[in-house]
């Protein structure tokens, strides 16, 4: 699971190293419309629907931080 969010974060924004373990909104890495574009590639790929209330920048700082809402919505490692 973690490749596959690490692929998807190269493909929305691939001038970044999403593998380094730092947060990725406040380096910049992410902006609020990347944020929306993953939620969207995340709901589509894992056949959820990540819910407005967690829509939160902590959740989207880091690959673990996003595994963990993934899961928080039902998906499984």
């Not at 493909?11 to 373990?21: A, G, L, M």
């Not at 909104?25 to 419309?33: K, N, R, V």
């Amino acid at each position: 699971m973690k490749q596959q969010i690490i692929n998807i974060l190269q493909e929305i924004r691939p001038e970044f190293d999403f593998t380094q373990d730092i947060n990725f909104i406040e380096e910049g890495m992410l902006d609020s419309f990347d944020v929306v574009s993953l939620v969207t590639t995340l709901d589509e790929n894992y056949g959820i629907s990540i819910d407005g209330m967690d829509i939160l920048p902590e959740n989207f700082a880091t690959v673990d931080s996003i595994i963990n809402l993934l899961i928080k919505n039902g998906v499984k490692q």
